[in-house]
């Protein structure tokens, strides 16, 4: 048996930034366990690189672990494809890297809930901490972090990306800004992401590789987690499993779970913590009965609205692709160097909601239609476009996610309930109806034609609500699934402690009580980053 003082289990957007962070002190020994490979490869190191990899089956399974939904009920039965990172770096190694933080006022709610600590002005720090801005330190933003975070060159977005901004501006009576990460998120602007001369700026590039000159670090890819050992209600160590065997590594201080939002309840569930009797049916030893395991898992919903546009700088087609991708060798500072993520914003459904309750993304390309549920490689224009995504992110629905074996290489039982509430699909139908009045706003005039996808004519509410069951997609942001909190469905309390168990944490978006107002890998990555300062304050 080997052994350490920390064991971090997922090497994602949360856990690498964990056990990097404690290894910063040499007197203490930390292991990372990674169920994926190595990130050491152009396919997920260059930006440009991830559309290929979401659209080729057989590259996405070199770096996916492959999920599904189950058949989800309000969108036709469908089972929704489920990208989660595997791999070092997790996520973060194959998002499209736009960095939101979320709305203020979402943390605000957690603190206000009993989450002790988790205010925006707290938590604040840690964002500031992890970045190295392009605008420099400010209120706002850090300097000399590990994140790259950056902007487009102005000149090298698509006309009609900025035409969309401007529209939105006139359409919702907001500001056009600079920044959806500072004072103001209801505004429209130019979304800022992770990366840098052409790099992806994931966890694994700017914490784990540092971090594998330290002596006190180890790293061990390919280590699929059997479970945590627990005794006596305390983690004691970590099951995990190579291509050569089986290991038990012992901790002598805590056991930090970094799973994500899928990975984390499982492994919980797998090592006896969860609702007991689901953990009876499927042979696990309870170890403790914690209902809220599994529970109250959302995520975002977004709707692909693509238009005909003569003013956007590119096609999905393969001489394109292929183009920007030479471009990028040779010169650099190409648009393969950047997510394909240009315009956006953040708009109110109606004029009395307190935050904004809509994020618009916009994206200068076609996408695949009717939605990228098969097998089969997807039919995307290969044409000029612009795809107008509104985007739910405060969904009233919440599902759950259940073990289907007491076997780790198993794949659970993934169930978010999309639509399920009614308030969720009322929602859905009213941002369509705003993004469309912007696309047909004067300041969109040359830069649009026709909309190609779901077409101009289908616009009542049952004929958009069967698009709407056809088309919705996840924005890949699952969270809620081991959430913090003081009630008795919380499975952490504020301090990401198991409740019940001693020397176990959480860390990783599964914590969060309700999704933030945005993408959620930032998000992540400041959770990682207040976790580690949680277990050192809990060590000193």
Not at 225 to 248: L, S
């Amino acid at each position: 048996m080997t052994e350490y003082d920390y064991i971090v289990i997922g090497a994602g957007s949360a856990g690498a930034i964990v056990a990097s962070r404690l290894a910063e002190d040499p007197d203490v020994s930390v292991l990372l366990l990674e169920a994926g490979g190595t990130d050491r490869t152009t396919l997920v190191r260059k930006p440009g690189m991830i559309s290929l990899v979401q659209q080729v089956k057989q590259l996405k399974k070199k770096f996916d672990w492959g999920f599904t939904t189950v058949p989800q009920r309000h969108l036709n039965g469908r089972r929704i494809p489920y990208t989660r990172g595997k791999v070092l770096g997790g996520s973060s190694s194959v998002n499209g890297m736009l960095y939101l933080r979320g709305n203020e006022e979402n943390y605000n709610a957690w603190a206000s809930s009993g989450c002790e600590g988790w205010s925006f002005e707290e938590i604040l720090p840690f964002y500031r901490k992890l970045e190295n801005h392009e605008d420099g330190e400010t209120a706002y933003h850090g300097a000399g972090g590990p994140i790259q975070v950056t902007r487009h060159p102005a000149d090298q977005i698509s006309p009609v990306s900025n035409a969309f901004v401007r529209a939105a501006s006139a359409v919702c009576g907001i500001p056009v800004g600079d920044d959806f990460n500072a004072e103001n998120q209801h505004c429209a602007s130019i979304y800022q992401m992770s990366a840098s001369h052409g790099v992806r700026s994931g966890t694994a590039e700017a914490y784990v590789h540092p971090s594998l000159e330290r002596p006190n670090f180890t790293l061990e890819l390919r280590a699929l987690v059997r479970r945590v050992v627990i005794e006596n209600h305390r983690a004691t160590g970590v099951e995990y499993e190579q291509p050569g065997g089986v290991t038990v590594a012992h901790a002598k201080r805590e056991v930090i779970v970094s799973g994500g939002a899928i990975g984390s309840p499982q492994i919980l569930m797998l090592s006896g913590i969860g609702p007991a009797e689901h953990l009876r049916e499927h042979g696990v030893e309870v170890k403790l009965d914690l209902p809220g395991v599994g529970k109250n898992l959302h995520d975002h919903l977004f709707f692909p609205i693509t238009y005909r546009s003569p003013t956007s700088l590119h096609r999905g087609a393969a001489p394109h692709f292929f183009a920007g991708m030479l471009k990028e060798y040779l010169f650099g500072n190409g648009w393969f160097g950047r997510t394909v993520f240009e315009g956006g914003a953040f708009i109110k459904s109606h004029d009395s909601a307190p935050i904004p309750d809509i994020q618009i993304h916009t994206l200068p390309w076609g996408y695949p239609t009717p939605n990228q549920d098969g097998p089969e490689r997807p039919d995307i224009d290969t044409g000029r476009c612009l795809t107008v995504m509104p985007t739910l992110i405060y969904p009233k629905s919440r599902g759950e996610l259940l073990l289907t074996s007491n076997r780790s290489d198993q794949t659970p039982h993934i169930d978010p309930h999309f639509l399920e509430e009614p308030e969720d699909l009322q929602l859905f139908l009213t941002a369509i109806r705003k993004c469309r009045e912007i696309c047909a706003h004067a300041e969109m005039a040359e830069h649009l034609s026709e909309e190609l996808t779901p077409g101009a004519a289908r616009a009542s509410d049952a004929e958009l609500t069967e698009e709407i069951r056809l088309r919705a997609m996840t924005v890949y942001h699952p969270v809620g699934s081991c959430k913090m909190g003081v009630d008795e469905m919380a499975v952490v309390d504020p301090t990401l402690e198991v409740r019940g168990i001693e020397g176990l944490r959480v860390a990783d978006a599964s914590i969060m009580p309700q999704a933030t107002g945005g993408n959620t890998n930032a998000p992540s990555m400041m959770i990682g980053e207040r976790a580690a300062a949680l277990v050192q304050q809990a060590a000193s």
